[in-house]
């Protein structure tokens, strides 16, 4: 299985400034075929399902805030807030779609300091 | 707008069967464009995949789940489901049912249900 680790488990950030959530994959996710990392980001806020966020490592889902965005190859990856409003409070998960069982990271907590 | 609902008994005894259905409304779930996945979370806890199916009815499970889990679909009621045999107390957790967002087994999950909750418990 590819193990997803992410980093730091929760983070507090002021109204205004930057979020910035790492996940790491065990292997790489990175097909060498179609040169695109199989890695989704999620938003989960309290009692409601996962919202996807972001697919193909950096392309934003329909309707997701351009503060959000997500960068990285391979197995390193970041997902950034640029500014971060009060909305965004939530847990944030990675997901591997590379193969096989498809597995998530554990999730980062973000809160307002 | 498609919307994914998920159904089924609140609590479930040790050592039987959590059956499961998802209603797929606003779209079908005989489109030859998506897969369809289950997705579970242990209260408190992270996402863990279940297994994804096709409308043929063909399957893909979670390795540590195969031996106790079967996903179905009836194209008739556009519904799709999941049955696990044999539950224990860390069956307990909110089962999402999911859109793939293509037609492949591993995928990301781009529509979801809200949840419904399971416990198991005598």
């Known amino acids: 299985d590819i193990v997803m680790t992410q980093s730091p488990d929760s983070l507090a950030v002021s109204l205004g400034e930057r979020a910035t959530i790492n996940c790491k994959s065990s292997q790489s996710v990175l097909y060498s075929s179609n040169n695109k990392n199989y890695l989704a980001w999620y938003q989960q806020k309290a009692g409601q399902p996962p919202k996807l966020l972001i697919y193909w490592a950096s392309t934003r889902e329909s309707g997701v805030p351009d503060r959000f965005s997500g960068s990285g190859s391979g197995t390193d990856f970041t997902l950034t807030i640029s500014s971060l409003q009060a909305e965004d409070v939530a847990v944030y998960y990675c997901q591997q779609y590379y193969n096989s069982p498809l597995t998530f990271g554990g999730g980062t907590k973000v809160e307002i300091k | 707008q498609l919307q994914l609902q998920e159904s089924g008994p609140g609590l479930v005894r040790p050592s039987e069967t959590l059956s499961l259905t998802c209603t797929v409304s606003?779209?079908?779930?005989?489109?030859?464009?998506?897969?369809w996945g289950w997705i579970r979370q242990p209260p408190g806890k992270g996402l863990e995949w279940i297994g994804s199916m096709y409308y043929s009815g063909s399957t893909s499970y979670n390795p540590s789940l195969r031996s106790r889990v079967t996903m179905s679909v009836d194209t008739s009621k556009n519904q799709f489901s999941l049955k696990v045999t044999s539950v224990t107390a860390a069956d307990t957790a909110v089962y999402y049912c999911a859109r793939l967002g293509n037609n492949a087994y591993y995928y990301y999950m781009d529509v979801w249900g809200k949840g419904t909750t399971a416990t198991v418990s005598s």
């Open positions: 606003g779209g079908s779930v005989s489109s030859s464009s998506y897969y």
